[in-house]
């Protein structure tokens, strides 16, 4: 069974720049999350979903960050403009159905030069 | 050049010994403690997780012990392989929308 995958991989882009990931979790999966992990940190929730709706945004910096998935499958995160402190590694996650094991991707690394 | 974030506590064991990597958390309401296991450039992945009704839950070479009083989780790793070298995070759930915590990870490195 294939794991959650996540695109890209890695992605450099300057400042003021917008940028997207893509998240396609395990096939039965209803939940999915959005983690950011700095270096040397553990991850940290930035939104969960239940389906296709956003259940838990509370940290999400919405004055530049957003997401959507739209038919509760796969999900797509922004970030316009993308700020110097942006740099991260992006990890989705998925479940099936609240609170059971969150399976994680490989994540998206984010440099913002 | 490197960040402080890279300086990971680090715990250094040789190949066959124990490992024993300790985690303090901080909500006293947290019911569920999870530990995980990141290589480098992938994502964490689940060991073992101990419910706040449990003192300890053995796995596969792994042990999770958990006191309440001191609010104090530990991962013990037995004949520690080459294959364990990765950083190690505890998570805590406060049984709430299914909210994972997690701590400050520890760096494990297994010598031969």
Known sequence: ?113 | GESVGLHLPTLSVQEGDNSIINCAYSNSASDYFIWYKQESGKGPQFIIDIRSNMDKRQGQRVTVLLNKTVKHLSLQIAATQPGDSAVYFCAENTGTASKLTFGTGTRLQVTL
């Open chain 1, 1 to 113: 069974e294939a794991g959650v995958v996540q695109s890209p991989r890695y992605k450099i882009i300057e400042k003021k720049q917008p940028v997207a990931f893509w998240c396609n979790p395990i096939s039965g999966h209803n939940t999915l999350y959005w983690y950011l992990q700095n270096l040397g940190q553990g991850p940290e929730l930035l939104i969960r979903y239940e389906n296709e709706e956003a259940v838990d945004d509370s940290q999400l910096p919405k004055d530049r960050f957003s997401a959507e998935r739209l038919k509760g499958v796969d999900s797509t995160l922004k970030i316009q403009p993308a700020e110097l402190g942006d740099s991260a590694v992006y990890l989705c996650a998925s479940s099936f159905g609240y609170g059971n094991e969150q399976f994680f991707g490989p994540g998206t690394r984010l440099t913002v030069l």
